[in-house]
Every structure is written in C-alpha cells, then in structure tokens.
C-alpha cells in the first residue's frame, strides 16, 4: 500500500506534474473504485482534467454489487459521460478498453480526419487516488502486448511508453491524485475498501460503521458468512455474536474484541464476505 503523506505542497506538485504530462496525451483514462466511485475521486478532477477526453474505469469491479454498479454506469451514460466496469484481476471487460477509448475519442478523430489525418493513434495517460488499481492495470494491459517504447516518432521523449496496442499508448507512470479525504464519511469507505491507511480512522471505528452498513444492506451476507440469525442489532452486539460464533474469547467467557475486529475488517476487505457497494449515485454528486 502506497503511504503518501498528502500535505498541501505535494498536493500543488502532484496536480503540477499532472498538469504538464496532460499536454502530451489525447485521453485520460481515470479509475475509480467500483464499490465507491464517488468516494474514490479526487475532488479537484473537473478542474484538473480541464476538457481533456476522459474514460472513466470502474475498477476490481468483481469486489463490487453488480447490481449497484450497473446504476454507476447508467448514471454516467444519462450524463454522457463514458464509463465502464473492469477488473484487472479477473479480466474482465478489459478487452473492452480500446474500444471505449475509442469511443471518448469519437470527436479528436473527426477532428484529425477533417486535418486528413487518418491515424488513429490514442496516446493515454492513467489516473487516479491511491490504490485504486492504477498499477495493477497497466500490468495487465501491458501484458498483452509487453514492448515499452522509448523515442519513437511522434511519441515524447524522455518519458516510457507502453505500447498497448498497434494504435494504444500508454504513459508508464500514472498520475496520482488525493481523495476527497476532509470528508469523514469518504474516509471511511475509503478505509472500508482498505484504500487508506488504518492510522487515520481506529479500526473500531471502522468495524462499528461497516457492521452498520452492512446490517442495513446486506444482512443476509453477514448473517451467512458469520451463522447469525439477527443483526438488526446494536453493532457492538452483532460484533460480538461474530466473536462468540469464531470462539474469540477472553478467560470468562468475555469476546476478544481487537482480535474480532481484525478478523472481520480484513474478511470485509479480503471479499469473504461477499461483494458489496458502499455508495450508490446520487443526483447532487456529479462525478
Ligand atoms: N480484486 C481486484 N483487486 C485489484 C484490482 N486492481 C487492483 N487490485 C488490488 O488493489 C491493490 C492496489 O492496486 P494497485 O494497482 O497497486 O493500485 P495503485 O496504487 O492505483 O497503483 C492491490 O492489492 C491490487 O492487487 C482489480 O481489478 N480487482
Ligand atoms: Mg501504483
């Protein structure tokens, strides 16, 4: 797990650098967390893309609520905005990307055919907050087609090149951006999906309001995973039935709360559970 300290300088010298290597490519390819899309970017993104052609992935994809995902992507078609579910993992709809590259650059083609310009080179560069899948991606596109080119003409200089496909060019390095993390509620999604580090939330913390969520959205995977008949309960109680139910407990019969609380945080995160959404779209968040 990346440990970034997002202090407002590094935060000026991310979008900085971001900023300059925009001028080189024709698309931004940004990710987001399938099981928290908006929670999962970064709040300056708009300003930062400018009117750059963007693609929006919905990334590990296979970890999130295919049903809630799919109102993720009808939110974004009704905006007009392309998006598509993957998962770099399993594979899933990665063959899909050129094509939805393609489509986000339906326009710059037009543009380059009217120029009598019939290349259809995409020169993309990735992007996103840490963790979300930014690494895992390029390995899995590059695997496909593994030449890294250097300085091939009409691609820039001094900078790694990942050639995805005859016409697919990817910058190697993505940009990292931070996420909305002044919001409490983002931060632990965030924590929930394990994308930000356990030290900024205590980990009851996490657990108290994940049992919550899931009580009240998906009580029938937690009463499967842990043999439970009843979590419309205080949270404190239903993490205490999981203890009893896996045996963690302390002389007189009392449950090991840390030890149940670590246990459950890294099934919640490890999928044992089930897959689950955290947030489904809403009409005043725009992106
Ligand atoms: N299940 C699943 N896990 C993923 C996927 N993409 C990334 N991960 C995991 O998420 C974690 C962070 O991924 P990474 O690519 O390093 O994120 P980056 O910080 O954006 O580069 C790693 O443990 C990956 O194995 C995916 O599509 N599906
Ligand atoms: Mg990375």
């Known amino acids: 797990m990346q440990t970034i300290q997002w202090f407002p300088g590094h935060m000026a010298k991310a979008r900085r650098e971001i900023s300059e290597k ?17 929670s999962s970017t970064n709040p300056m993104i708009d300003e930062i893309v400018g009117n750059k052609p963007r693609l929006i992935l919905l990334c590990k994809s296979s970890m999130a609520d ?27 709809h990665v063959n899909q990307v050129i094509k939805y590259a393609e489509l986000a650059l339906k326009s710059v083609f ?47 200089k001094n900078q790694t090149w990942i050639r995805v496909t005859d ?46 969520y899931l009580s009240n959205n998906y009580p029938q995977l937690l009463k499967n995973r842990y ?32 030890r149940t609380t670590t246990m459950f945080l890294n099934e919640l995160r490890t999928m044992k559970i089930g897959a689950m959404s955290y947030e489904r779209p809403r009409e005043d968040w725009f992106i």
């Open 227 to 258: 043999g439970l008949d009843d979590v419309n309960k205080d949270s404190l109680e239903v993490l205490e039935d999981i203890g009893r139910k896996r045996g963690f407990l302390l002389k007189g019969g009392v449950v090991d709360i840390p």
């Open 167 to 212: 016409d697919l060019f990817l910058l190697d390095t993505p940009g990292i951006l931070w996420p909305k993390f002044e919001d409490q509620e983002v931060g632990l999604k965030l924590a929930m999906c394990g994308s930000i580090k356990d030290e900024i939330l205590s980990l009851e913390q996490i657990t108290m309001a994940s049992i919550e």
């Open 110 to 156: 037009a543009k380059r055919k009217e120029k009598g310009i019939l290349s259809k080179t995409i020169k993309a560069m990735i992007l996103g907050i840490p963790n979300v899948g930014k690494s895992t991606l390029i390995n899995t596109l590059a695997k496909r087609k593994a030449t890294n080119v250097g300085n091939k003409p009409g691609v820039t």
């Open 66 to 92: 295919p049903l809630v995902t799919k109102l993720w992507i009808e939110s974004y078609k009704k905006k007009n905005i392309i998006a598509l579910d993957i998962d770099s993992i399993t594979g899933f």
């Open 22 to 38: 925009i001028k080189q490519v024709d698309l931004i390819i940004e990710l987001k967390d399938a099981r928290i899309p908006y």
